[in-house]
Every structure is written in structure tokens, then in C-alpha cells.
Antibody
Framework: EVQLVESGGGLVKPGESLRLSCEAS????????MNWVRQSPSKGLESVAF????????HYADSVKGRFTISRDNAKNSLYLQMNSLRAEDTAMYYC?????????????WGLGTLVTVSS | DIQMTQSPSAMSASVGDRVTITCRAS??????LVWFQQKPGKGPKRLIY???TLQSGVPSRFSGSGSGTEFTLTISSLQPEDFATYYC?????????FGQGTKVEIK
């Protein structure tokens, strides 16, 4: 089955760190660009980070630049998001999302998400 | 960043109704527009890309149109499984940005 499964979310205090993981299955992960997208009641859906197939092209939203790091391990079919210096406004559901490489269009497959809560 | 404005924010409709949702971009985005459907507890599901191309497996009652700054998503005959929240996304300029969503509820 083609799917993405996120993990690693939880409750942390402001200033702490968290590492999210996304495990892909059912498709050739190494041939797809990947993304993290988050969703909160206050800000809605927000593109957080992008990484190309080999990791040589990476983009971040201004709101997380310098604090979050996206990475991937193609041998493990896995995508990661290292989140440092977390703030209350980072509280959200975090989704892993795949880009469609044949049509060069974004987010054709999503996971169920993992919830991150930043609160003292 | 490009701002995407959806209207309406919410609507009530009956099974069988024709439903139209509009998405406006703060600047031209050609046809780099995607529509998603989201149900509670699930990640978004892509319905349409390139403004009007139906994603494989999506029912033909869904259609999209538009280019530049104004886009529409139409559901020709609303079905019970279509009650959900719909979002547009532009990917003409990074960062990609979403509309705020349109919740379609049962009348």
C-alpha cells in the first residue's frame, strides 16, 4: 500500500527540541521530492519545508528558518524534521507530503499527521 | 508571499446541490493551483491540480477552472461523502500558500 506514516510528535516546553519522522512505503521514495506541512486552528495549512530527491535543494518557511532542519535517508525510506527552539506558535499537526514528479505538482500524497504541542 | 483568499468560508448545502467555491490569488499564478479535500482526522486529499486536471480516482462531479488570479472548484451534484473542508494551494511562487478553507456542511 502506498502510504506515509508520521511519528515523533508530543508535548514539549518552549525552547525544547523534537524530531519528527515520516516513513514511506509502497513507492520508490528516493525518486520523490518531499515536504513537511503543518496545520493549526490559528494559521490553517502552512508549507514548512521542502527537500529534493537527493537533498541538494532545501527550502524553509521564514517562520521556521534557522530553527528547523529537514533531512532524508533514502536507504531507510524516511523523511525527518528536526525542530529546535520550539515556540508556542509551532503547535500544530505536522504532515509529511509527497510531490508528484510526473506532473511536477505538489502534495499528491499525505500522511495522517503527528501532533506537536508546545506549552509550558 | 502570495495570499490566497477562499470564499465562502463555510456553506450549507443539500445532497444533489451544485456547489461552487472560489479562490483568489493576490497576484497572478498562471494555472499553478491545486484543490484539496480534508475530512476530520485525516490528511488532505488532492482533488485537482494545474487548476483543472482531475486527480486519478477522483469522481468526475468535481471540476476546476481558472487562471491568473481567480479559480473555482465546482461539485456538480453534492454527495454525502463530499461534506468536508476544501482548500486551494498556489505553487507558482515559494513559499507555496494555502487558502483558509471552505467548510461544506449538510443543510
Amino acid at each position: 500500500e502506498v502510504q506515509l506514516v508520521e511519528s515523533g510528535g508530543g508535548l514539549v516546553k518552549p525552547g525544547e527540541s523534537l524530531r519528527l519522522s515520516c516513513e514511506a512505503s509502497g513507492f520508490p521514495f528516493s525518486t520523490y521530492n518531499m515536504n513537511w506541512v503543518r496545520q493549526s486552528p490559528s494559521k490553517g495549512l502552512e508549507s514548512v519545508a521542502f527537500i529534493s530527491t537527493s537533498g541538494d535543494s532545501i527550502h524553509y518557511a521564514d517562520s521556521v528558518k534557522g530553527r528547523f532542519t529537514i533531512s532524508r535517508d533514502n536507504a531507510k525510506n524516511s523523511l525527518y524534521l528536526q525542530m529546535n527552539s520550539l515556540r508556542a506558535e509551532d503547535t500544530a499537526m505536522y504532515y509529511c507530503a509527497r510531490d508528484c514528479m510526473t506532473t511536477v505538482t505538489p502534495y499528491d500524497l499525505w500522511g495522517l499527521g503527528t501532533l506537536v504541542t508546545v506549552s509550558s | 508571499d502570495i495570499q490566497m483568499t477562499q470564499s465562502p468560508s463555510a456553506m450549507s448545502a443539500s445532497v444533489g446541490d451544485r456547489v461552487t467555491i472560489t479562490c483568489r490569488a493576490s497576484q497572478g499564478i498562471n494555472k499553478y493551483l491545486v484543490w484539496f479535500q480534508q475530512k476530520p482526522g485525516k490528511g488532505p486529499k488532492r482533488l485537482i491540480y494545474a487548476s483543472s486536471t482531475l486527480q486519478s480516482g477522483v469522481p468526475s462531479r468535481f471540476s476546476g477552472s481558472g487562471s491568473g488570479t481567480e479559480f473555482t472548484l465546482t461539485i456538480s451534484s453534492l454527495q454525502p461523502e463530499d461534506f468536508a473542508t476544501y482548500y486551494c494551494l498556489q505553487h507558482n511562487n515559494y513559499p507555496w500558500t494555502f487558502g483558509q478553507g471552505t467548510k461544506v456542511e449538510i443543510k
